[in-house]
């Protein structure tokens, strides 16, 4: 397993890895200590725990079809991030990610896209959609500025859909004839 480690500007390390089905604790326990709002921005409902069969979907991935990263503080092991994308159409997967309220706007939701990203390129992947409130401007800036081109960015309902082609440097290229 490829472990990543990088150090926040509050000093903080932490440990970016795959999701692994012993995570159930730390996700349910993680889901805990999201703010209200935040946990309403990621799930679009007032989530405050996770089902069994919830837990069995978030953590039991494939990585290929469904791929789930963590970030966590290498030093207490708690959750500080996680990032997924499950593949909606061959080539198309649908993003999502939240990040621990005192941890956000310190580039680690970008962090965490770019190599979710690599990770999907290298299986097919070459765009992502994410839905997210319309009122949410972190995500919507976290979308818009992570592709090379914004297939699409529709509202309705006080619901925002964004399309991402990934950047052309994470996509892997067929050859020229
Ligand atoms: C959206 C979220 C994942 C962004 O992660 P983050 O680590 O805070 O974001 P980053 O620090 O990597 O910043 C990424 C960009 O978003 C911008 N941004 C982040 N939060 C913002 C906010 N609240 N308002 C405006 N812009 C914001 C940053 O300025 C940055 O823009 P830039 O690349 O143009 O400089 C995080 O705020 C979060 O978890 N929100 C709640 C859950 C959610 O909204 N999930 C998305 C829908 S699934």
New binding site residues.
């Given amino acids: 397993m490829q472990l990543m480690l990088l150090t926040l500007p509050t000093g903080t390390t932490v440990r970016l890895r795959p999701i692994e089905p012993e995570d159930k604790r730390l996700l349910s326990l993680g889901l805990k200590t999201l703010s209200p709002e935040?946990a309403m921005?990621?799930f679009l409902t007032l989530k405050t725990s996770f089902s069994a069969s919830e837990l069995r979907y978030l953590t039991e991935v494939d990585q290929v079809d469904h791929i789930a990263l963590v970030a966590v503080d290498a030093l207490l092991g708690s959750l500080i991030g996680v990032a997924r994308c499950v593949r909606v159409s061959p080539d198309t997967a649908e993003l999502?990610?939240?990040?621990g309220d005192p941890w956000?706007?310190?580039?680690?939701?970008?962090?965490l896209i770019d190599e979710l990203a690599e990770r999907a390129a290298a299986h097919g992947i070459e765009r992502f959609s994410?839905t997210?409130l319309a009122t949410?401007?972190?995500?919507v800036?976290?979308m818009r500025?992570f592709g090379t081109h914004v297939e699409r960015d529709l509202i309705a309902d006080g619901v925002r859909e964004i399309v991402v082609q990934l950047p052309l440097s994470t996509r892997v290229l067929t050859p020229m004839h």
Wanted: glycine share 20%; net charge positive.
């Fill in positions: 935040t921005r990621r999502a990610v939240v990040i956000q706007r310190m580039g680690l939701g970008r962090r994410g997210m949410n401007r972190g995500a800036r976290l500025g």
